[in-house]
């Protein structure tokens, strides 16, 4: 894929720490200052593939918030696509410091599970998961359009046992059809029931963590992965101990020598958002020093 031009390149789920700033300009938007300091963090810490940040709230309310039939919470009409872009804005401020940077939206099954039903419109959470998928398709466009390198759907609810995922993944797979450039679907959590399902999604790259959950090594130990990149997890997003260069990795080597390290992208199991800003830092600055030092053996 051409989106990897190295070996081990180094990338991140999303988040990361909000960081509020003063001043008269943050009066117009309290939340632009946050935006520049994740992306000036992760630009200084080496990472080849940033993220926005993900400062402007939680996954679900960041964008359920603009969608017409959501309110708050509860879903009271037919969901359709917002009136403009959600996060194109503060995309194409990162794409302004960084050549390479990942749009990111929120799946349709993840959304669906943080909202209420309080309409006739739907008999049940699957069909709002189909509708959710058909308004995140302009989404997805229109980071295509400002220049995104790739666009990840988040799906954490996939390994919960809690989605229908037949039809989750027929809402990211339709979402992934509209884009010429990779999709990737990020799964946090233990694969154990999950995996063969996941792993019939029609998307480019898949991005599982590993370091908290390492059986999920051998949960993919003979898959099929059909050539698709495996972004793999290796820095603990929930654990404030910031890692050695060394810990990570080893932590790496294990997945070289299952998926080889053409086949990976570099990143942490999970968002940064819960974290203090200088341990995220810490931790994104392990990982791509780490990467450096793994790099020239696999390297042709």
């Known amino acids: ?16 720490p909000v960081v509020k700033t003063g001043g008269l300009r943050s009066l117009l938007d309290p939340l632009r200052g946050a935006v520049e300091t994740a992306v000036a963090d992760q630009v200084r810490a080496g990472v080849d593939i940033i993220s926005d940040g993900q400062v402007r709230g939680d996954m679900i309310t960041a964008f359920v ?8 919470q509860s879903v009271v009409g037919r969901v359709q ?3 403009k872009p959600l996060t194109v804005a503060d995309t194409k401020y990162a794409l302004s410091q960084h050549a ?3 749009g990111i939206i929120t799946g349709p099954s993840t959304l669906a599970h943080g909202l209420r039903i309080e309409t006739p419109n739907y008999r049940g959470r699957e069909e709002l998961v189909l509708d959710l998928a058909q308004a995140l398709v302009s989404e997805a466009r229109a980071l295509e359009a400002a220049g995104v390198t790739m666009v990840q759907i988040d799906e954490p609810i996939f390994s919960t046992g809690a989605a229908d995922l037949a039809v989750g993944r ?13 999709s990737c679907l990020h799964v946090c959590g233990n694969l154990g029931e999950v995996v063969d399902e996941v792993l019939k999604t029609q998307v480019s790259v898949f991005d599982f963590e590993f370091s908290e959950n390492q059986e999920n090594l051998e949960i993919l130990s003979g898959k099929d992965l059909r050539g698709r990149p495996i972004g793999y997890g290796c820095i603990a997003s929930a654990d404030p101990g910031v890692e050695s260069i060394e810990t990570v990795e080893k932590r790496l080597q294990k997945g070289i020598d299952l998926f080889g390290a053409e086949n990976m992208l570099v990143d942490p199991d999970c968002g940064l958002r819960m974290l203090e800003r200088e341990v995220a830092f810490q931790k994104l600055t392990a990982m791509t020093k780490a990467a450096d030092r793994l790099r020239p053996e696999y390297e042709k």
């Open 1 to 16: 894929m051409n989106f990897i031009t190295k070996v081990l390149p180094t990338t991140v789920v999303g988040s990361y």
């Open 65 to 72: 918030s603009h969608l017409p039939g959501i309110k708050g």
């Open 170 to 182: 027929q809402a990211v797979d339709l979402i992934a059809s509209v884009l010429r450039i990779p």
């Open 81 to 83: 696509p917002p009136a």
């Open 100 to 102: 390479k940077v990942k």
